[in-house]
């Protein structure tokens, strides 16, 4: 696959992270302006009713605040995902986006659980681990800023924080581990060096040892090339 062309600039780049965080605070002003609640419309484990927030989920948040901490590493995180692996990078956000919410349907506690938090993960794990299989020297110096940056956040696929969901946050990032792995020869790869084979090259057989060609078989040679 041709470098240049997959890191060629694209409007996608910022206008799909800028629309989708556009899109869950216009949800959140609706919330608040109006008097909804809209958290019954996230993940609620096992339930059929409940199921509906596989596809919901990732656009309500309890509080600004929550929302606040989301919109950062998600518009970074999508730029990254549509420049480095615009190839992919629908498939990612689309298919991720629903497995990381139906992994939370089947693991999560019963509880309503809502955020953006999943994708987060989803697209943290899914680059960090993309660079790291596809050794890609651009994609790995990715994986190590995003690493540097968000780092911290592995913790979170733990219960170690009370009234946080750490099953959405696990389920978007075994997804995105999965996603790397299944995309690993897709966008951008790692190109092995083929070696061209040069006259000296030929003074030696296939198992290393030196055997330059007999005079017949030059005088041959050059009697072929010469018809």
Known sequence: ????????LSK?????????????????WIEIYFGYNFNKFGVYPRSLVGFRGVFFTHFIHSDAGHLFNNSIPLF???????FFYRDTAYK??????????????????????IGASGIVYLLFSFVFFSGIIKKHYRL???????IFLYGSMIWYVLP??????WEGHL?????????????????IVKQEHQFTKTAFDELFDEHG?????????LVNKEENEGV
């Open 1 to 8: 696959m041709d470098t240049d062309y997959n890191l060629k």
């Open 12 to 28: 996608n780049v910022f206008l799909i992270p800028t629309l989708y965080i556009l899109c869950i605070w216009l949800i959140y």
């Open 76 to 82: 970074v995180l999508l730029s990254s995902l549509f």
């Open 92 to 113: 990612i956000l689309l298919i991720g986006g629903f497995f990381t919410g139906f992994i939370t349907w089947i693991i999560g506690r019963e509880s309503y659980h």
């Open 140 to 146: 790995v110096a990715l994986s190590f800023i995003v």
């Open 160 to 165: 170690i924080k009370d009234g946080m969901s």
């Open 171 to 187: 389920s978007g990032f075994l997804t995105g581990f999965v996603l790397a792995i299944l995309y690993r020869k897709k966008g």
């Open 209 to 217: 040892n030196f055997s330059p060609p007999k005079e017949d078989d």
